[in-house]
């Protein structure tokens, strides 16, 4: 498992250096460089087979075919054997070589050949005119990035690399932002959130030579009803799949959500590793699990995580993910993560992957189940839908009447959206809204293997392995995927639709086939969570921050959105008003991916270790919208407090005001609290229009008399007004303030409680 990138065109090793430097995550292990007047190849390496002889580029005997690879393909062995008796010797024992014998001998068309997940870039330069070929595996699992810059097209595995390139200017693809806002879509098509860096589609590779690119598709999934629903073969061919990738030299371990998924691969390891299959040494002499947990949480599945350990005998691994750890994380797993993500639900994964890290160097993951076999509830509606279409009405009614204690609540939980339900467009400023062109999604409601396939291929996994490669290579890990072998899914693409879903149950045919290996009260679950967070609880819970991020100048500023909208929508999301809508997390991710990639910086010197803070950087564009020498000289002199915006826009002109917390001396006993505020703005120059605030925790008198007494200690009832507040991370309320503060407009200046124990006294002041 590596990071891949290089670029056709003349050499430049300055170039080719930092985009491998940047990707130094996906491989710590090793770098190599290949450089041609053609081409040039780099490669990080996580070492997982052949430790000591599977370096990269690795070359034909005579050096004329190249070779940078990502993933594994699993069935090397067979293909190793074939090639032998086609005349070609081997020199290591690694995946790597196979695929540069299977070129050598089949050309692009080796790549139909391969059972695994990988990206490649194979350099050839046998004939006349060289060419470079980059290749994807059949369903994307392991990424590629391809783009032109200048006379060079640039590939690699992450985007990050890409922008490297001075040449290459880098902008958001306003379109596909609208796609993401309004409809949730990515990863559905072949480009990407930065426009003009491609994606080489799955099942597809690419020949770049001076004639230009041209794509060819090697594989397209076929859907046949005739397949036997023989769930013996289906257990003999999961068991295959599993125990493919268990080839490792390093230590193996699963991911264990307690769903049934993943709670299947850990049951048939635990087989594999009692019956001593020889690539089951990797998992030493106990599997290793890894699961995510939330304390008194309802999505929290430690009762069926329990259940599949005390079967099997594993060892547990848990982490608790949290809130505040998300967002002291979400810078790093932003720039990690690259594009927009759906929900916050990808972090418990993230931290399953942390968690791992030091303990195994694989891990293997139930990925892919649910698309396959239909394990989310609403694939159910669509059988039933085919039933309906079908006229198949004595079985509509027997899978309705069996599902429906699953059906029941996901209407009722709809139906109780309806009510509350809101029009997110009216939160998008509308010059953006009639710039974009409608989202087109081509789901069908009623078919539901070819449902299934879109799914797998083009609306829902696609973004599910982006999220997978990057948190686990995020934190050096590979990640392996068996619901994804190529065998096992086209003997699925052949099953019926009833040996998917049947009297009631999804994943029919894995529940019967793995009957003697799950414990009854997994193989009978009917409650779908998997690796997700609360996350409508988890923003409540940072409602501060979120707001401050909805009111920072910075959001407000976007073509996008309309921000003041976008935070009193949260604020009736918060209150119970409007139903909970996801769009509030990809407004979030949105502009602190805006912020991280599209600064002055344009991703290209930024690190993983040195990313500035959110509110930082959107504090410093902030300051550049305000253009004066007030905003410049406040962020330069001003430290706000952790998770807190220094700069805020209110009122109705969407003016900028600085909110500067102040220290407050220690009070010596019986000090008026007006002589702890002057302390504290002895060094500060106060000017008309500026606002005092003060904790009413602070204050030990009555606030409406503190307040006056301050007031009167600042020169009256002049130009400097004063309040005294209470203000937490849900609410603000002005407990006394003189005459002149404008008190909505101060409500909507600490929406974020600028305001802490160390810092009860802030000084508030328009600078634009």
């Not at 639900?345 to 891990?363: D, E, H, I, N, T």
């Not at 997700?532 to 407000?556: D, K, N, V, Y």
């Not at 991703?603 to 509110?615: H, I, M, N, Q």
Request: net charge negative; hydrophobic share 40%.
């Amino acid at each position: 498992m590596c990071g891949i990138n290089g670029f056709w065109g003349a050499p430049d090793r300055g170039l080719l250096e930092a985009m491998t430097l940047v990707q130094t995550h996906r491989g710590p292990d090793d770098d190599g460089f290949f450089e041609t007047e053609h081409a040039s190849l780099g490669f990080r390496r996580l070492s997982i087979i052949d430790i000591d002889h599977g370096a990269q580029p690795m070359g034909n005997e005579d050096g004329k075919v190249q070779i940078v690879f990502n993933g594994e393909v699993y069935n090397f062995r067979e293909l190793r054997a074939e090639l032998r008796a086609a005349g070609h010797a081997f020199g290591t024992d690694s995946d790597t070589e196979s695929i540069v014998h299977a070129y050598e001998e089949w050309g692009p068309d080796c790549f139909k050949r391969f059972n695994g997940m990988w990206a490649v870039a194979i350099l050839d330069l046998r004939d006349e005119r060289p060419r470079l070929v980059l290749g994807r595996d059949h369903f994307g699992i392991k990424p590629l990035h391809w783009a032109r810059s200048g006379g060079r097209i640039l590939f690699a595995s992450e985007i990050k690399a890409i922008l490297q390139d001075e040449a290459f200017h880098p902008e958001p693809d306003d379109q596909m932002l609208f796609e993401y806002l309004t409809k949730g879509l990515h990863d559905h098509t072949g480009g990407t959130f930065f426009k003009g860096v491609n994606q080489v589609r799955p099942a597809t590779y690419l020949v770049i030579d001076d004639d230009g690119v041209n794509e060819t598709v090697y594989w397209t999934p076929r859907l046949e009803k005739d397949g036997l629903a023989d769930p013996e073969e289906f257990r003999r061919l999961f068991e295959r799949s599993v125990e493919r990738r268990l080839v490792a030299d390093v230590p193996v371990g699963t991911c264990l959500s307690g769903g049934l998924d993943s709670s299947s691969i850990v049951s048939v390891m635990t087989r594999l590793l009692h019956r001593h299959v020889p690539d089951a040494v990797s998992m030493g002499d106990r599997l290793k699990t890894f699961s995510a947990v939330f304390d008194g949480d309802p999505i929290d599945e430690r009762e069926y995580i329990e259940t599949v350990l005390q079967s099997s005998g594993a060892e547990k691994n848990y982490v608790n993910p949290t809130s505040e750890e998300f967002f002291q994380d979400i810078e790093r797993f932003v720039w990690h993560t690259e594009e927009p993500i759906v929900s916050t639900g990808p972090y418990a994964q993230w931290c399953v992957m942390r968690l791992a890290a030091g303990k195994v160097k694989v891990l293997l993951d139930g990925q892919a189940g649910d698309e396959l076999l239909a394990g989310y509830v609403p694939y159910q509606f669509v059988y039933l839908k085919q039933l309906l279409r079908e006229r198949a009405y004595a079985t509509f009614v027997r899978e309705a009447w069996a599902a429906r204690d699953v059906l029941a609540p996901l209407i009722k939980r709809r139906l109780g959206q309806r009510r509350k339900a809101f029009d997110e467009r009216t939160l998008l400023r509308p010059s953006y809204v009639s710039s974009a062109k409608a989202p087109t999604d081509r789901r069908t409601a009623s078919d539901l293997k070819q449902r299934l396939l879109q799914d797998l291929t083009t609306y829902s996994l696609p973004s599910l392995l982006r999220y997978e490669d990057r948190n686990s290579m995020a934190h050096s890990i590979e990640s392996r995927i068996p619901f994804l072998d190529q065998e096992l899914v086209e003997w699925v693409f052949r099953l019926p639709p009833s040996a998917i879903i049947r009297d009631g149950w999804s994943r029919a045919v894995l529940r019967e086939g793995l009957r003697d290996d799950l414990p009854d009260k997994i193989r009978r679950r009917r409650w779908k969570v998997g690796f997700t967070t609360p996350e409508m609880r988890w923003l409540r819970a940072r409602r501060a921050i979120i707001q401050g991020l909805f009111r920072s100048p910075a959001f407000e500023s976007r073509k996008y959105w309309d921000g003041t909208a976008v935070a009193e929508a949260f604020r009736k999301a918060c209150d119970g008003e409007i139903d909970d809508s996801m769009f509030f997390w990809r407004a979030i991710n949105v502009e602190l991916w805006l912020r991280i990639y599209f600064g002055d910086r344009h991703g290209r010197e930024l690190r993983a270790d040195t990313l500035p803070s959110f509110t930082r950087y959107g504090d410093e564009l902030a300051a550049r919208r305000a253009a004066t020498e007030e905003a410049a000289r406040l962020l330069s002199s001003c430290e706000p407090n952790p998770g807190r915006h220094l700069f805020a826009v209110a009122g109705a002109d969407r003016a900028i005001y600085a909110r500067i917390p102040l220290p407050a001396a220690a009070a010596p006993a019986g000090e008026d609290v007006e002589v702890i505020v002057q302390k504290a703005l002895q060094e500060q120059e106060l000017r008309a229009g500026d606002t005092v605030v003060v904790a009413a925790g602070f204050v030990t008198a009555d606030p409406g008399e503190a307040t006056l007494r301050v007031a009167g200690s600042l020169g009256g009832e002049g130009p400097v007004g004063i309040a005294v507040v209470d203000a937490s991370d849900t609410t603000v309320t002005i407990r006394g303030s003189s005459a002149g503060v404008d008190r909505a407009l101060l409500i909507d200046l600490l929406c974020d409680n600028p305001l802490d124990e160390r810092t009860p006294i802030a000084l508030i002041r328009r600078v634009s």
